[in-house]
């Protein structure tokens, strides 16, 4: 697991992240079948952000730009609510989990790292790391590396993104 990763590993399974994230339970729908409306995004944080920049915290600041997108219900979850802000009422009806983590990663618990990541890898909800969460243990576990940049390789490869949905309201 302290191997190096090369840019190939990082940037691919960043994208395979970011396309689940994108389009979560909805991308593997069959046609024609019912969705529950609207889909819901719930944007996490750890509460450490600087009050002067995000007064009503990080989480809220992002979940305001996404408030616009149609058919989305936006939410946010905080690590100092009860159950780490992510029961398993609001994470089993999450399509987009979006986190944000800084300072407290260690104070995830390990039980609420392994329910995010079953619903992952299990196609039921993208996942979207931003900042600092690259150390996150979520997002270690999620990609199966120590997501440090000591660890990254330039292995000189090249990688090409292809936007499947050009018109979806993400992209």
């Known amino acids: 697991m302290n191997e190096p990763i090369s840019r190939r590993t990082l940037l691919g399974g960043s994208l395979a992240l970011a396309g689940g994230a994108l389009f979560g339970r ?3 729908a069959v046609p024609g079948a019912k969705r529950k409306a609207p889909r819901r995004v719930v944007v996490w944080s750890e509460g450490t ?3 002067n920049v995000y007064p009503n915290d990080v989480n809220a600041a992002i979940a ?3 408030k616009p997108l149609k058919n989305w219900e936006v939410v946010t979850a905080s690590i ?4 780490q802000g992510l029961p398993d009422s609001v994470l089993s009806n999450t399509d987009v989990l979006i986190w944000w983590g800084h300072q ?9 790292v ?8 299990s196609g039921e909800m993208g996942f979207i790391a931003t900042h600092s969460a690259h150390y ?3 997002l270690k576990a999620i990609l ?3 997501c440090g940049w000591s660890y990254y390789t330039d292995d000189g490869a090249k990688l090409e993104v292809v936007v499947k949905a050009p018109t979806h309201p993400i992209a």
């Open 49 to 51: 952000a600087p009050k």
């Open 114 to 121: 392994d329910r995010v990541v079953q619903r992952v890898k």
């Open 64 to 66: 305001e730009g996404l």
């Open 104 to 112: 407290r990663h260690g104070d995830v618990k390990d039980e609420l």
């Open 80 to 83: 100092n609510d009860a159950d």
């Open 136 to 138: 996150s243990k979520t």
């Open 26 to 28: 909805a991308a593997s």
């Open 144 to 146: 199966g590396t120590p």
